[in-house]
């Protein structure tokens, strides 16, 4: 899986970074999704039921990965990560 780190400045709110995680996505495959996503701020993940690890890697992470996803953007070292199609 391709990943990407970016950071934005100032305040950043989950729908302004999944618009910017969805935006650079679409350069690649204009009809990507987000499969998985994290929001550290809320300690809170979809899907939601998968809080726990497999291994070292979050149980949503590995749902991403197994369902398609081919991008991971991480917003702000963390603050947000989202697995795209």
Known sequence: MKEIQISIE???GR??????AESIARQENPD???????NRHANACSPCCLKGK???KPGWEIY???H??????????GEYVFILS
């Open 64 to 66: 991403g990965e197994n």
């Open 54 to 56: 497999i291994g070292e």
């Open 15 to 20: 729908e302004d970074a999944q618009k910017k």
């Open 68 to 77: 398609g996803g081919r991008l991971k953007i991480t917003i702000n070292n």
């Open 10 to 12: 100032g305040e950043v």
């Open 32 to 38: 990507t999704f987000v499969i998985s996503r994290y």
